[in-house]
């Protein structure tokens, strides 16, 4: 594993122009019909990222804050991999959290989901989900737990790939048992005080 070099994300203008230009002339299909998500990512969810891509979206912002970060490189047998380090500990693995380090998960989990309030939703379970919640009415992380929250200068929760349409309750128990239960050989009664 080695270290990235200096400015390793370095989009040359001309991409970025051929990028501006395929999305102004991009002609999406009509709506498939079905449940919205059934068939895959709803026609009006894909013209509002592109919109955002045309008319707020600063790449060089973004490729800024990128080369920020710790890049590191790893040769597996299938081939290389490029990822971004955060330093930080994964909450599981560090000291029990504190009533305070609590308040703060609740708060990033309230910051979560006021973020995608507006992310449309069939209004139905979606069976592309691990655990389906009745009263679907959010697109959620669905498995906010000590084992997906980094720790450090800044918190970060990681793993989405189990991310869908849920509800705020569904996902705040799930956070609630995971992050207050986090010892198997504790008395239940005891650990929920």
């Known amino acids: 594993m080695s270290t990235r070099p200096e400015h390793f994300f370095n989009v040359p203008d001309s991409d970025l122009d051929r990028l501006a230009r395929r999305l102004h002339e991009a002609v999406l299909p009509d709506q498939t019909p079905g449940p919205d998500w059934s068939r895959g990512i709803p026609t009006r969810v894909l013209e509002r990222l592109r919109r955002r891509w045309i008319e ?3 790449w060089r912002q973004y490729e800024r804050a990128l080369n920020r970060e710790q ?8 081939g290389p991999l490029h990822y971004v380090c ?5 909450a599981i693995d560090a000291p029990q959290l504190d009533h305070a380090a609590l308040a ?6 309230r910051e979560i989901h006021d973020a995608s ?3 449309p939703l069939s209004g139905g379970n979606d069976d592309d989900v691990l655990i389906p919640a009745p009263h679907v009415d959010l697109f959620c992380h669905n498995d906010l737990a000590p084992w997906n ?3 450090g200068d800044r918190w970060v ?3 989405w790939d189990s991310a869908g349409p849920s509800s705020r309750i569904w996902d705040l128990a799930y956070a609630a048992q995971s992050f207050t239960l986090n010892d198997a050989s504790e008395n239940p009664d005891i650990a929920a005080v």
């Open 149 to 151: 929250l980094v720790l």
């Open 117 to 119: 309030v507006n992310v």
């Open 71 to 78: 890049h590191s490189f790893y040769t597996s047998v299938s």
């Open 56 to 58: 707020r979206y600063d």
């Open 157 to 159: 929760f990681i793993d």
């Open 104 to 109: 703060r998960v609740g708060r990033m989990i």
């Open 86 to 90: 955060r330093d930080g500990d994964i």
